[in-house]
């Protein structure tokens, strides 16, 4: 992490770069109190690219809250591979929520961006089907995707694959999941963060396979959680109360059992 040291990736596995004038900002935030803020002329997050950030032919979901501040122009918001090869999720310059898969794939949604709100956006792909959903509802989809993502870029946030397309306005919550289509499938894999803004009570928990089906995938799903710009303190969702925001709800139990005492 370089100009903004407190770009937290909450799995410690990422190196975030932050470059121009992205920042943390108190202005906006969904959850805790801060958001990630880019204006739009040249700021973006760079994260160097990672074997579990490429879902392969698999099952992956991105995901992430967006607060846009513009209209009329393509943003980019997730992006990783090249002009012609990889994913990218973005604000179209008709003002719907859009996504990419190499350049035979580009897919507008039903989903219209609004501005100076948040909505969250997630981009799932089960099997051969990919699904864009905003604020959980199904906006788009595209079948017969048997592209290999193998695609060794950096990540984007906040820009498009090629470092074009710069968005403007603040970012929540960002995940990545590799090895499962959560959305599309009913299955949830979150890194679940439990600490407060400065960082002293940092938890994170990975959901073990709850399924037959996952138990007997040989290959655990891989999570990265390339930003997280900001921590939650579980004691301090009143704000989840007070709201009819949407928002998703994650619990994760650890279960001990002491021996026998003779």
Same mark, same amino acid.
């Given at each position: 992490?370089?100009?903004?040291?407190?770009?937290? *990736?909450?799995?410690?596995?990422? /190196?975030?770069?932050?470059?121009?004038?992205?920042?943390? #900002?108190?202005?906006?935030?969904?959850?805790?109190?801060?958001?990630?803020?880019?204006?739009?002329?040249? *700021?973006? !997050?760079?994260?160097?690219?990672?074997? &579990?950030?490429?879902?392969?032919?698999g099952d992956f979901t991105w995901e992430f809250w967006a607060y846009p501040t513009t209209s009329g122009t393509n943003r980019? !918001?997730?992006?990783? +591979?090249?002009? @012609?090869? +990889?994913?990218?999720?973005?604000?179209?310059? @008709? /003002?719907?929520?859009?996504?990419?898969? @190499?350049?035979? /794939?580009?897919?507008? $949604?039903?989903?219209?961006?609004?501005?100076?709100?948040?909505? %969250?956006?997630? !981009?799932?792909?089960?099997?051969?089907?990919?699904?864009?959903?905003?604020?959980? @509802?199904?906006?788009?989809?595209?079948?017969?995707?048997?592209?290999?993502?193998?695609?060794? =870029?950096?990540?984007?946030?906040?820009?498009?694959?090629?470092?074009?397309?710069?968005?403007?306005? &603040?970012? *929540?919550?960002?995940?990545?999941?590799?090895?499962?289509?959560?959305?599309?499938?009913?299955?949830?894999? %979150?890194?679940?963060?439990?600490?407060?803004? =400065? /960082?002293?009570?940092?938890?994170?928990?990975?959901?073990?396979a709850t399924t037959t089906e996952e138990s007997s995938n040989s290959s655990h799903p891989k999570i990265t959680s390339p930003?997280? #710009?900001?921590? %939650?303190?579980? %004691?301090?969702?009143? *704000?989840?109360?007070?709201?009819?925001?949407?928002?998703?709800?994650?619990?994760?139990? &650890? !279960? &001990?059992?002491?021996?026998?005492? $003779?």
């Open positions: 992490n370089f100009t903004n040291g407190n770009v937290i *990736d909450s799995t410690a596995k990422n /190196n975030i770069q932050t470059v121009g004038n992205a920042a943390l #900002s108190t202005t906006q935030s969904n959850f805790g109190g801060s958001s990630m803020f880019f204006d739009g002329t040249g *700021d973006w !997050l760079l994260i160097a690219d990672q074997p &579990y950030q490429r879902p392969r032919t980019g !918001l997730l992006s990783k +591979g090249t002009s @012609t090869t +990889g994913i990218t999720i973005f604000a179209s310059n @008709t /003002n719907f929520w859009a996504f990419g898969l @190499t350049t035979t /794939n580009t897919i507008s $949604s039903t989903a219209a961006v609004t501005t100076n709100q948040w909505q %969250h956006v997630a !981009l799932s792909k089960s099997g051969t089907t990919v699904r864009l959903f905003v604020n959980g @509802t199904e906006a788009a989809n595209v079948t017969n995707i048997t592209t290999d993502f193998n695609q060794t =870029n950096v990540v984007y946030v906040g820009a498009g694959r090629t470092a074009d397309v710069p968005f403007t306005g &603040y970012v *929540d919550e960002l995940r990545m999941t590799t090895g499962l289509g959560s959305i599309a499938t009913g299955k949830t894999t %979150h890194i679940i963060n439990c600490n407060s803004n =400065n /960082n002293n009570n940092k938890h994170n928990y990975e959901r073990t930003f997280e #710009s900001e921590f %939650h303190n579980p %004691h301090a969702y009143s *704000d989840l109360l007070s709201t009819t925001r949407p928002f998703s709800l994650s619990l994760s139990i &650890y !279960l &001990y059992i002491s021996p026998t005492l $003779s």
